[in-house]
């Protein structure tokens, strides 16, 4: 299974944009990019995914860079129920959902 | 409505018992999966099915045992072999085992041996 590395943790203003980091240098052509949220006791949440181009949805958008090395979630507009820990996962068909450490963001009123 | 249902949320098991945790889902889905979760920590994969009467060990499958005989039902039992079950327990599903499909989350069981 392919890996992925994120920062540990990242802070952010309420109201301001938010660029969640993700590198993933071995990352095949078939691999989907996830993204999932965590808020503390809960079950994990999908936030997004995609494979090669850019996608856009309610809760956020993906930016994947041109070679797929790396990913970006972008929050437009972070509020306090923003804060959680956001997991970037590789998925490739036949492989299972693994969850490294992720990043905590803290949204600062 | 549509979900994946855990129970229960709390759990509590002397030393030495086996205890089984319920996950149950009605969204037809396939493939469902079992996570652990330590305190400050990644998920880490127990066991997946992606089908019926199917299933396959994770990561971290010594001490534990499922079984799948419902798609709609996959079942989670901590023996006593596991070491150090004290720890949050995740269910989850997708419709397929495929890339593009999602995966959804119970809301966890977090069992305490005592």
């Known amino acids: 299974d392919a890996k992925t590395t994120q920062p540990n943790s990242m802070e952010s203003n309420e109201e301001e944009p938010v660029h969640l980091p993700c590198n993933h240098s071995?990352?095949?052509?078939?691999?989907?990019i996830h993204w999932y949220r965590q808020l503390p006791s809960q079950g994990p949440e999908y936030v997004i995914h995609g494979l090669t181009s850019n996608v856009n949805n309610r809760m956020a958008s993906l930016a994947i860079a041109e070679d797929r090395k790396s990913s970006t979630l972008i929050l437009h507009r972070a509020t306090l129920r923003d804060a959680a820990v956001y997991y970037c996962?590789?998925?490739?068909?036949?492989?299972?959902?693994?969850f490294g450490t992720g990043t905590s963001l803290t949204v600062i009123p | 409505d549509g979900g994946i249902t855990q129970s229960p949320k709390y759990l509590f098991r002397k030393e030495g018992q086996n205890v089984t945790l319920s996950c149950e889902q009605n969204?037809?889905?396939?493939?469902m999966y079992w996570y652990r979760q330590d305190p400050g920590q990644g998920l880490r994969l127990i066991y997946y099915?992606?089908?019926?009467?199917?299933?396959q060990k994770g990561d971290i499958a010594e001490g534990y045992s499922v079984s799948r005989e419902k798609k709609e039902s996959f079942p989670l039992t901590v023996t006593s072999a596991q070491k150090n079950p004290t720890a949050f327990y995740l269910c989850?599903?997708?419709?397929?085992?495929?890339?593009?499909?999602?995966?959804?989350f119970g809301q966890g069981t977090r069992l305490t041996v005592v």
């Open positions: 969204l037809n889905h396939d493939a």
């Open positions: 996962i590789l998925r490739d068909p036949g492989n299972q959902f693994y």
């Open positions: 071995t990352i095949s052509g078939t691999d989907y």
């Open positions: 099915s992606q089908i019926v009467n199917d299933f």
């Open positions: 989850a599903s997708s419709l397929n085992y495929r890339g593009t499909t999602e995966a959804f």
